[in-house]
Structures are given as structure tokens and as C-alpha cells.
């Protein structure tokens, strides 16, 4: 089998906000991630979990506080290195709201022309016709560049976005919830375009929704954000079948499912008690165990460790802390009879 090829590493990401009375925001607290080539690795937490400012770390637009974000093997963190024009165009984020990336002053096609010579396309004869070629490239037609952002549909504008970012060349996108502040007649649309273009250019996708079912129809991969702290990661066939920390089992069971087979596989509802701490006040030990309907003593206490439980599925929850605790006791145990032997 072929190796898969790392886009991205995320290690011991952490944003903390100093505020005021000297506390502090501990926005993202300790994140370890993953992108392969080609692959929608998802990106899932309630409001204020965190999931922007990850990627505002990843794109460069925030200083990480500490933990380092590898890129093509080069450390984009290191102190006193500011990213090349390279490294800035390799990475590029669709937000949710695409008039945050077009100048609305500027028509669509002189936009795309800015970023193009931003990013090194410096034929100047040729900006035109590459601007009309990217607009091909997400689907719309090449005369729309002659459009101002506003006169045209939330759909559309967030595409001509889309073809923004792809005009910097980059191999990782980051769509920040892209699709949420659409109607949901043009949501699929948007959708499908997004999908066609990452298999025809292999790109990585950093897909952040707080929209599960989404995510059941794009995700490689999903990866559930609780309070700055990955709590569960896991393939997406893999995470929809078998689900297992309390809080993505809870958030599972409240989403609406469209056909009988998703019925069968979503969990029994679960209740949650209490409301989501505040990440300047984040409770010792699991950050969930306020509202987790499993909690055991420990979770109060201690901060569980992220266990791999099966290749590629890991999570952050002392149940299973416990069951590899026994697994590898039963594991040492063999190893010292067979050395008894
Ligand atoms: N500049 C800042 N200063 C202080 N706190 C901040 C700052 N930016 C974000 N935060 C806090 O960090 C936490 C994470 O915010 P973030 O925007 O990353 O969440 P999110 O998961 O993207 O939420 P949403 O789904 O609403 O977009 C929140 O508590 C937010 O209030
Ligand atoms: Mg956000």
C-alpha cells in the first residue's frame, strides 16, 4: 500500500487571549491534526470551540501562543520566520462570509487579477485570460468577473471566493464554515463544486462546520472540537457507525438523519446536563464532565489522554483511558509469562 502524503501537521497547537483582571482565553488548548493529500478532513465543534481560530493559526492571520504547524515538512511557527510568498499561497481559507475576501469595490475579475500577481503571476498580457480560466474553474462563467461582488447571488459570490483562493495556487484550503450562510437551495451547489475541484487538483481540505450530516456526505475524516481540545478523531464511515465519546455520541443523536440506515446508526438521544464552561474558566480534568452523562470520578480530576482504540480512531475520555490501561496490563502480563517460560 501506498504511503499517504502529509499536507499538514498541527502539533500541540495552542491560542490562549490574554483579557483583562490578567485571565485568559484558552481558545484552543492543545490540538494535535493531521491532513493527508486529497483528503476533507472535518472539522466539528459547537460555537466558540475553537475552530476558527485553528484556522486563523494555520493560514498565518494569528500567532499560535505555542505547539507548531508543519508544512511540506517546514515548520511555519518558528519565531523571527515570516512565511514566503510560497508558503502563503500553499495554504488559503474561504471563510463563511465571502465578502471578507472580495474587495467590494474592486469587479470580480480585478480581484482575481490582484491575488494572481500577489501569488507571482506577473505576465500581465495573460492576468485577464487566468482570472476567466479560475471563474471556469469553480464553475461559473468566464464574463461574471465583469460583476461587482454585491450584484451578484450568495452562492455565486462565495464561488468567485473560492476561485480567489485557487488563484494563489494552494494545496490546502481551509473552508471555514463556507456553505453556512447560504440558502440551501445553493448549499449543494457549492458543495458539489467544491468537491469536483479537490479531485481534479488532489487539494487537502480543513472543512470547519458545526453541521454534522455535512459531514457524513464530505468527510475523509472527522475530527470533534470541544473547548479547545480535540475530543474525538476518527475515519468519517467509522465515526457515523461507532461513535465514541459521550459528547460526539450526544451531538450524533440530535442531528436529523435522512434515510432508515442513518436512523439505525444514530445513537440513542443522549441528555446532557449543564451548559458548555467558559474557556476562560475551564474546568480541571475532562472539560466535559459537567455535562457528561457517563462521568466517573476520575473525569473531575484528571485530564484524559487521546487513545487510539482502533487504527485511526482515537479519543480523549478516561472509559477508554481505562479500557487500554487493561488491554496493555493484559499485554504485559502475556509478555511476562512467555518471558517466564
Ligand atoms: N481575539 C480574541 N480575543 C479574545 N477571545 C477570543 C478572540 N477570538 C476568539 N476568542 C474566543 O475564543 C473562543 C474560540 O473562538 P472561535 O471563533 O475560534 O470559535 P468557533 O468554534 O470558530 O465558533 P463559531 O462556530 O461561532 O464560529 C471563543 O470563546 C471566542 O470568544
Ligand atoms: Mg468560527
Known sequence: MTEKKKTLEVKNLKKHFPIKNGKVVRA????????????????????????STIAYMIVGMYKASDGSIIYNGEDLTKRGIKRTK????????????????????????????????????????????????????????????????????????????????????????????PTSALDVSVQAKVIRKLTELQKERNLSYLFITHDLSLMRNIATRVAILYLGKVCE????????????????????????????EEELLRPEKVVSTGEIPSPVDIPPGCAFHMRCPDRMDICSKELPQMTEVKKGHSVCCHKYCVQKTAAEAQEEEKEVSSDEK
Open 28 to 51: 484552543v488548548d492543545g490540538v494535535d491534526l493531521e491532513i493527508y493529500e486529497g483528503e476533507t478532513l472535518g472539522l466539528v465543534g459547537e460555537s466558540g470551540s475553537g475552530k
Open 86 to 177: 510560497e508558503q502563503k499561497g500553499n495554504i488559503q481559507i474561504v471563510f463563511q462570509d465571502p465578502s471578507s475576501a472580495l474587495n467590494p469595490r474592486r469587479k470580480i475579475k480585478k480581484s482575481l487579477e490582484f491575488t494572481l500577481k500577489l501569488h507571482g503571476e506577473v505576465d500581465k498580457g495573460n492576468l485577464g485570460e487566468k482570472a476567466e480560466d479560475l471563474l471556469e474553474m469553480v464553475g461559473l462563467p468566464r464574463e461574471f468577473g465583469e460583476n461587482y461582488p454585491r450584484s451578484i447571488g450568495g452562492g455565486e459570490r462565495q464561488l468567485a471566493s473560492v476561485a480567489r483562493a485557487m488563484a494563489a495556487n494552494p494545496s490546502l484550503l481551509i473552508l471555514d464554515e
Open 233 to 260: 478523531l476518527a475515519p468519517a464511515e467509522d465515526f457515523f457507525e461507532k461513535p465514541l465519546h459521550p459528547y460526539t455520541q450526544m451531538l450524533l443523536s440530535s442531528i436529523p438523519v435522512a434515510t432508515d
